[in-house]
């Protein structure tokens, strides 16, 4: 199974926020990161959170670390129908930063 | 005008023959990589860079080849040996292996038939 585990699909009305949730296995994990995918494109860098932080704030983006619990989320405050796209969680371990490993994606569709 | 490129966006190559994909950044990176991606599923690692000349394999390595003679290219090759190679290709990059940030390019959508 994944090392990273995501649900799979996610539905907010405009204007509401969106929660997509996360949960990672490797207690080492140095830097846990989402990422955007839009339809036939590559990976967009949203936002990343180290290891010894617990809250990350940027703009209309939250990260949330549970480290206890293994437990990442990303809050999209005002949700628009640009924000329609899949959501990546990964991680990344220190001992060896080239391993990052990705949970399956979150698809949010935004309705208007 | 800073970035990632990879080309083609699209890909078709008959089932027996080798096709390599092409990822060229001009951020001055040292390490590069590649990943697969399937409908439903995280990105896989197949290969990855630190440095010119260096290359490791990932998870899933067997039947790829790639080469790193320049910094700012790292192309991939999908052999015949590869028995899925129907998939999306991501090249991604960093400023160094230690880096936080991580980012891709647009991608190669590269189908066998």
């Known amino acids: 199974g994944e090392d990273v585990e995501q649900s799979l699909f996610l539905s907010v009305r405009e204007g509401d926020s969106s929660v997509i949730n996360c949960t990672y296995t490797?207690?080492?994990?140095?830097?846990l990161y989402w990422y955007k995918q839009e339809p036939g494109a590559g990976l967009q860098l949203l936002t990343y959170?180290?290891?010894?932080?617990d809250m990350k704030q940027d703009q209309r983006l939250t990260v949330l670390l549970n480290k206890k619990d293994k437990h990442l989320s990303l809050r999209i405050a005002d949700t628009q129908t640009g924000d329609s796209a899949i959501y990546f969680c990964a991680e990344s371990i220190w001992e060896n930063n080239n391993d990052m490993r990705f949970g399956a994606g979150t698809r949010l569709t935004v309705k208007p | 005008d800073g970035g990632i490129t990879q080309s083609p966006k699209y890909l078709f190559r008959k089932e027996g023959q080798n096709v390599t994909l092409s990822c060229e950044q001009n951020l001055n990176h040292d390490a590069m990589y590649w990943y697969r991606q399937d409908p439903g599923q995280g990105l896989r690692l197949i290969y990855y860079?630190?440095?010119?000349?260096?290359?490791q394999k990932g998870d899933i390595a067997e039947g790829y080849s790639v080469s790193r003679e320049k910094k700012e290219s790292f192309p991939l090759t999908v052999t015949s040996a590869q028995k899925n190679p129907t998939a999306f290709y991501l090249c991604?990059?960093?400023?160094?292996?230690?880096?936080?940030?991580?980012?891709f390019g647009p991608g190669t959508r590269l189908t066998v038939t």
């Open positions: 860079s630190q440095i010119v000349n260096d290359f």
């Open positions: 490797d207690s080492s994990s140095t830097y």
């Open positions: 959170i180290f290891s010894n932080m």
């Open positions: 991604a990059s960093k400023e160094a292996s230690g880096s936080a940030e991580q980012y």
